[in-house]
């Protein structure tokens, strides 16, 4: 019988190309286990991208501010060596975050002109799960 050979190790992948402005959006992911950063163009194409749980954090730590701006310096190093110079800011869900990734973001030399919270709330959706007794 013929051996099966692994067609992956094989294989090179072709690097997406991105095309990237001086303009793009910042989107910041806080959720109560972790944090995401995602770099992308006005189109919405992502050039870099970064989480706590990338960053090497595990379990309760990569939800700490610490966290989050680790992972926000990651991804803009990359963006900024693109060509990303100034970034419109959406922050979405309720994490520790929020605030350190946006002043990581900005003192790594992108401009951060404009921060909008986009943040799901229900109008009277489903209902919520009962209280925690600790």
């Known amino acids: 019988m013929a051996k099966k050979t692994n067609q992956k190790a094989g294989k090179t992948q072709k690097k997406r190309k ?22 992308t163009n006005k189109k919405g194409d992502v050039v870099a991208w970064s989480s706590a749980g990338k960053m ?6 990569k939800n700490t501010p610490y966290a989050a701006q680790l992972a926000a310096e990651d991804a803009s190093k990359v963006a900024h060596e693109a060509g990303l110079r100034k970034v419109k800011v959406y922050v979405k ?6 605030e350190s990734a946006i002043r990581a973001v900005h003192n790594s030399g992108i401009e951060v002109t404009e921060i909008i919270d986009i943040t799901p709330l229900p109008h009277n959706g489903c209902r919520p799960p009962k209280r925690r007794r600790v």
């Open 18 to 39: 991105v095309i990237v402005e001086a303009n793009g959006e910042a989107h910041v992911t806080a959720s109560f286990n972790n944090i995401i950063i995602s770099l």
């Open 56 to 61: 090497g954090f595990r379990g309760s730590k």
């Open 93 to 98: 869900g309720p994490g520790n975050g929020r």
